[in-house]
């Protein structure tokens, strides 16, 4: 596509059940990152595909949440019995796999847990 | 030691002036360097790559230092639309690439 595409843009959900946000990347692009930008605060790294390699999950704040890239494509990051501090806009990047490109974010699922 | 860190800001500024931000990094092999933009409530968007001879874009400058592990942007004769969050991206291997925490910088009129 065009650009980074995510879905859904905002996803309000009841503390404990679980929620999967998924990242459809540039056609192409190898690399797709995840991360996570609470209200007035900085970026967070979540996890990062690069192509076939194994994924860098070194960023998941728990065994709660995990992230899977199905065909080297899409992504589907999935938060399991969430909770009130999981409330936050995650955002999904991707890039052509050269970091000489920088890379093109998504506009972002606002999570919101209540 | 964080692998990128920023000015933590905010910085408040008027119409016209000349404002710099700094960030550093840890690792001495990182080779691609960018400030992006983050309106508020927004995706951040590339503003610039930074090259090892310096490079400029209008009223903007980004250099690197590697000598010391930093990178600056600095933004002349600023706007009111120049207000936004300036975050510094550096790989820390290969493809992979981490986020400054951000400086927030306000242009008052």
């Known amino acids: 596509g065009a650009g980074v595409s995510q879905s859904p843009s905002n996803k309000v959900t009841e503390k404990g059940k679980d929620v999967e946000l998924r990242c459809d990347p540039i056609?192409?692009?190898?690399?797709l990152y995840w991360y996570r930008q609470s209200l007035g605060q900085g970026l967070e790294f979540l996890i990062y595909?690069?192509?076939?390699?194994?994924?860098?999950k070194s960023g998941l704040p728990s065994d709660r949440f995990s992230a899977e890239r199905t065909g080297g494509s899409v992504s589907t990051l999935t938060i399991q019995r969430t909770q009130q501090e999981d409330s936050a806009v995650y955002l999904c990047?991707?890039?052509?796999?050269?970091?000489?490109?920088?890379?093109?974010f998504g506009s972002g699922t606002r999570l919101t847990v209540v | 030691r964080k692998e990128v860190e920023q000015d933590p800001g905010p910085f408040n500024v008027p119409e016209g002036a000349t404002v710099a931000f700094n960030c550093t990094y840890s690792n001495s092999a990182s080779q691609s360097f960018f400030w992006y933009r983050q309106d508020c409530r927004k995706e951040p968007k590339l503003l610039m790559s930074?090259?090892?001879s310096g490079n400029e874009d209008g009223r903007f400058t980004a250099q690197l230092n590697r000598a010391s592990q930093y990178i600056s942007l600095l933004i002349r004769d600023s706007k009111l639309s120049d207000s936004a969050t300036y975050l510094c991206v550096v790989n820390i291997n290969n493809n992979d690439m981490r986020f400054g925490a951000g400086t927030r910088l306000t242009v008052k009129p």
């Open positions: 056609s192409g692009h190898t690399a």
């Open positions: 990047a991707s890039s052509r796999g050269h970091t000489a490109y920088g890379y093109t």
């Open positions: 930074v090259y090892s």
């Open positions: 595909f690069q192509g076939n390699s194994a994924p860098d």
